[in-house]
């Protein structure tokens, strides 16, 4: 499975948008970019998926590059509640049986301010 | 729906003890996984399952033993506890087929060995 790169911490702005990136330059065709986060010391939360387009749901955006090598969460209007460490993995379709080696970073520690 | 429940929540063991640590899932979820978290770090997977009967290594399972002998459950066994080990454990499970929502995690074991 591919690694990736994220930096270690970021601050926001309680309000404004907060974007994360993340890098993936050894993601191989099939493999998908997934974003969790974990707050406290709670188990790791999933937060969004995707392979090649753009996508967006309740709780985020998530923009892929064209050449898939990196990738970006948005938290479109963060509150105090979004500060967590947030992780990106690349892992293979879950119906390929190596799909259980992905592995998680140190992820990037987020910290929205008021 | 209890999605993914790990027990013991707590445990303290002596150097040498044994201990078995349970994860057992209700969403009839084909993948399972065991992760340690040490302080301030990202999460390893130890070992993982892509179905009942059957286990495989992930990047550290050295000191480690697993067993899917049920869909629902996933053991993980420590067989002469060393301080070394002492972190937190999360348990996750997953869908294999393509609609895959992500992993969903338990709430973790913090486990202390002295």
Redesign the interface.
């Known amino acids: 499975d591919a690694k990736t790169t994220q930096p270690p911490s970021m601050d926001c702005a309680e309000g404004r948008a907060a974007n994360l990136p993340c890098n993936h330059s050894t993601i191989s065709g099939n493999e998908y970019v997934?974003w969790?986060r974990q707050i406290h010391?709670?188990?790791?939360?999933?937060?969004i998926?995707g392979l090649k387009n753009n996508e967006t749901n309740e709780m985020a955006s998530l923009i892929i590059t064209e050449d898939r090598k990196s990738s970006t969460l948005i938290l479109p209007h963060a509150t105090l509640r979004d500060t967590a460490v947030y992780?990106c993995i690349v892992r293979l379709?879950?119906?390929n049986?190596n799909?259980?080696?992905?592995?998680?970073?140190?992820?990037t520690t987020l910290t929205v301010k008021p | 729906n209890a999605g993914v429940t790990q027990t013991p929540k707590f445990r303290v063991l002596k150097t040498g003890q044994s201990m078995t640590l349970l994860c057992a899932q209700d969403m009839n979820h084909e993948y399972m996984y065991w992760y340690r978290q040490d302080p301030g770090m990202g999460l390893r997977l130890i070992h993982y399952s892509v179905g009942e009967g059957t286990t495989a290594k992930g990047e550290v399972p050295d000191g480690y033993n697993v067993s899917r002998l049920k869909k629902q459950n996933f053991l993980l066994g420590l067989e002469s506890a060393a301080p070394s080990q002492t972190s937190v454990y999360f348990c996750a499970s997953s869908f294999s087929d393509g609609i895959n929502y992500g992993y969903t995690f338990g709430s973790g074991t913090r486990l202390t060995v002295v």
């Open positions: 997934y969790y010391s709670q188990g790791p939360q999933y937060i998926h992780y379709p879950p119906i049986t799909a259980g080696k992905s592995t998680f970073g140190d992820g």
